[in-house]
């Protein structure tokens, strides 16, 4: 499968066009930013990292039935996927209080949730990606039907069922994420773009060590420490 020109580029990847129209090449690119790009950096190795922790995720997630947009994974940074129309909301699966939410609402942070709180936010970085609700996506016609907006949800929670088990056997808490959706050629709603330190946050179950993205968007340092630690949970449980 050729690697065709690119077709977009967004904060941690980029997406190639190949031979096949419904098939793509995605590249993760070092790149580290936050605060909606303001604050920007470079790990080098981190693509590669989020690469094989994103593979290994959606190849868990396949197991227990939710279809994502993987076909395989090429090299070390290099995925071969399916091409989707990607579905602008952000979904987001919080465990735990931390950051925006601690904020919002003034949850102590650190606040362990009754239970898994799903949150919809509008997949636009030019607004800031804004937090929104049912009736928003569909006076934006984000999604074709209230249906859809359950789907999205009844997914966002399977999904953290399953990993939030996956990572307690491997003494990790899973705090939140961030998931994104596509619709293939045939309407399958489809997982999509990745799931890695840069899409969650991580803390260590006994020491509560940040473990994700956090580490540089407050400065912590050691961020290709954090994800190769994340990695090696994963793979050598």
């Not at 936050?34 to 693509?47: I, T, V, Y």
Request: hydrophobic share 40%; charged share 30%; with cysteine.
């Amino acid at each position: 499968m050729n690697k065709g020109e690119l077709l977009y580029e967004g904060k941690g990847k980029k997406l190639f066009l190949t031979d096949d129209e419904n098939v793509l090449i995605s590249e993760f690119k070092d790149d580290l930013t936050a605060f909606n790009a303001e604050k920007k950096g470079n790990e080098a190795g981190k693509g590669a990292l989020n690469c094989k922790i994103s593979t290994q995720l959606f190849n868990l997630l396949e197991k227990h039935g939710i279809k994502t947009h993987l076909i395989k994974t090429l090299d070390d940074t290099h995925q071969l996927v399916k091409k989707v129309k990607i579905i602008p909301i952000e979904v987001v699966v919080r465990n735990i209080a931390t950051g925006s939410l601690s904020k919002r609402l003034a949850i102590a942070d650190g606040t362990v949730l009754p239970f898994a709180l799903v949150e919809f936010y509008y997949k636009d970085d030019s607004l800031g990606d804004p937090i929104i609700n049912d009736e928003h996506c569909l006076l934006l016609n984000l999604v074709k039907s209230e249906s859809d907006l359950e789907e999205l949800k009844r997914l966002g929670r399977e999904i953290n069922a399953i990993m939030k088990g996956f990572f307690a056997e491997r003494k990790l808490k899973l705090v939140d994420f961030k998931v994104e959706f596509g619709v293939d050629h045939e309407g399958a709603i489809l997982l999509s773009d990745e799931i890695s330190p840069d899409s969650c946050r991580f803390w260590d179950a006994d020491t509560n060590e940040k473990l994700d993205k956090d580490r540089f968007r407050q400065g912590l340092g050691n961020v290709k420490v954090a994800y190769e630690e994340v990695l090696k949970r994963i793979l050598n449980h």
